[in-house]
């Protein structure tokens, strides 16, 4: 028998030794444990196959689901927590530098809107005068609608998806349908709207986003009611909007504030959409005499890709609920 | 001890995942949960690599209120096909890791539209295709530490365990 060295190569032990080695563990590689690794991954795609299944085809897992959703929400609360000095600090360099670069641009602005809201004063008093003579009944406001404070469980987890998870269920009136609305979107404090609930759990709901691509909201123009139109996901950058269906008639200008017209949905998800609610501005507009619509750009009041809290308004019982 | 590890580990990532890094626009592409997944799957190769992938896909469908079983079956392949390419040519190799979430990404993304495709939902390819490099680079950044960090919490096999049976010549 030939001497090994004791610090011998693969090679020299593949080629020239005799010695056995040690029973083995770690990365199987018999046939019997390739057969074994074959039907595990097999049963696991199945497995994957059959969730999809049953959970695209019915409600079956649904409460499981939303069980699960729950038992992970304190993690979830636990992590945000965590990560809160690191995510403050980050917005707070941020915002100093966006601060500054704003500060001149506001300045100019304040004088504009103060001219502005003493004209708007007198011009809300004559409305609800003459509403009040009338007898004026309009479509929904904000005031008829419950609110409901929730914060963001989940945000869109990559570009495709358009939903965020809220911690707030059918336990605290939510359902389908519902209206929902970011609370520091707009000055006024009635929100901008972002979407509506989708799917809903006992604690935990699904909001759709109004870039997802079945979304699409009745819209007007703040400064001009003439013009309406369907707010919809604008596609290619994922934070963009357009204002459709306008015909080309309307006067729309670039940084006109968008907000919801107010309608009564129909079908089995019914859905009501105050009126007022701030979507978006005009970014850009343009349109020809080959089309029949205006091409309007919107951009939204809030970046829907990172929400940290939600008001969900559930309709009043004079709204039908 | 390695499931439990592997667990606590992946755990902490669907966590980071749907609670903090998704807060940050640029950060919204990342997959934090798919580099832990292949890191893991890479150094122990690929039945725990489909089972890993399995398990955080169902807590992510959970997580994100999704249909259940979409992400578990991508994350399935993942694992499985990435812990195949670890026990067989990729050994050692310094690239292995980087390539394996490079193409892992690129596919994971695909794979996504194409479910979604077939399950009638909205699959915007053009998103899809705009996001990726993006989550390619991101990704990418994030594979030295997490990588290192995976290495650490679960050390290579040495290559005397790996091999099962000697065939002596001579």
Redesign the interface.
């Known amino acids: 028998m030939r001497s090994v060295p004791r610090n011998r190569t693969?090679r020299i032990?593949?080629?020239?030794?005799?010695?056995?080695?040690?029973a083995?563990?770690?990365?199987?590689?018999?046939r019997s444990s390739a057969i074994?690794?074959r039907i595990?991954?097999g049963l696991?795609?199945l497995?994957?196959?059959?969730?999809?299944?049953?959970?695209?085809r019915s409600s079956a897992?649904n409460g499981v689901?939303g069980d699960?959703?729950t038992a992970?929400r304190p993690?979830?609360?636990?992590?945000?927590r965590v990560?809160r000095p690191f995510?403050d600090t980050?917005g707070w360099f941020h915002g100093l530098i966006r601060a500054k670069n704003e500060d001149t641009k506001l300045r100019a602005e304040i004088a504009v809107y103060q001219q502005q809201q003493i004209h708007d004063e007198g011009a809300v008093q004559q409305n609800v005068q003459l509403q009040e003579a009338l007898n004026y009944h309009g479509p929904p406001s904000v005031a008829d609608f419950r609110k409901v404070y929730a914060a963001v469980?989940?945000?869109?987890?990559?570009?495709?998806?358009?939903?965020v998870?809220i911690h707030a269920g059918s336990g605290d009136g939510v359902q389908v349908g519902d209206v929902v609305v970011e609370p520091t979107g707009s000055p006024d404090g009635t929100g901008a709207l972002i979407g509506t609930v989708d799917?809903v759990?006992h604690s935990?709901?699904?909001v759709m986003l109004l870039t997802?691509?079945?979304s699409a909201v009745t819209a007007t123009d703040l400064t001009n009611s003439s013009v309406i139109g369907s707010v919809r996901?604008g596609?290619?950058?994922?934070n963009s909007l357009i204002l459709d269906r306008v015909p080309l008639k309307p006067a729309v200008q670039d940084g006109d504030t968008i907000i919801t017209a107010g309608s009564l949905g129909d079908g089995p998800l019914k859905s009501m959409y105050p009126r007022g609610i701030p979507i978006g501005t005009v970014t850009s507009h343009s349109n020809s005499d080959a089309d029949l619509f205006q091409n309007i750009l919107v951009q939204p009041l809030v970046?829907l890709?990172?929400i940290?809290s939600v008001i969900v308004l559930t309709p009043s019982k004079s709204l039908g609920r | 001890m390695n499931a439990l590890k592997a667990a606590f580990v992946l755990?902490v990532a669907c966590?980071?995942?749907?609670?903090?890094l998704?807060?940050?626009?640029a950060f919204?592409?990342a997959?934090i949960v798919l580099v832990v997944l292949l890191s893991i799957a890479l150094l122990r190769?690929?039945?725990f690599g489909?089972?890993a992938?399995?398990t955080v896909?169902?807590?992510?469908?959970?997580?994100?209120?999704?249909?259940?079983?979409?992400t578990?079956?991508l994350l399935?392949?993942a694992g499985?096909w990435i812990g195949r390419y670890g026990?067989t040519t990729a050994r050692d190799r310094f690239h292995a890791p980087f390539l394996s979430v490079a193409v892992v990404t690129c596919l994971y993304?695909f794979g996504?539209?194409i479910?979604?495709f077939v399950?009638g939902q909205?699959?915007?390819a053009?998103?899809?295709v705009?996001?990726l490099p993006g989550?390619l680079l991101l990704n990418l950044l994030l594979t030295l530490p997490v990588y290192a960090l995976a290495r650490r919490l679960f050390p290579p096999?040495e290559?005397?365990?790996?091999?099962?049976?000697?065939?002596?010549?001579?």
């Open positions: 693969v032990a593949v080629l020239g030794s005799s010695v056995q080695r040690a083995p563990f770690g990365f199987p590689s018999s074994k690794r595990v991954v696991l795609v497995l994957s196959l059959v969730l999809i299944t049953v959970s695209f897992l689901q699960g959703a992970l993690f979830e609360v636990a992590a945000n990560a995510r980050v469980l989940a945000n869109p987890q990559n570009a495709i998806q358009e939903t998870t799917y759990t935990v709901s699904r997802d691509d079945d996901p596609g290619g950058n994922g970046d890709s990172s940290q | 755990f966590l980071l995942q749907l609670s903090v998704t807060e940050y626009h919204r592409t997959s190769g690929s039945m489909a089972i992938g399995f896909g169902l807590v992510l469908d959970t997580g994100t209120l999704g249909t259940l079983g979409v578990s079956l399935t392949v499985f026990e993304v996504q539209l479910l979604q399950l909205p699959a915007p053009d998103s899809a705009h996001s989550a096999l290559l005397g365990d790996r091999v099962r049976e000697v065939r002596l010549l001579g």
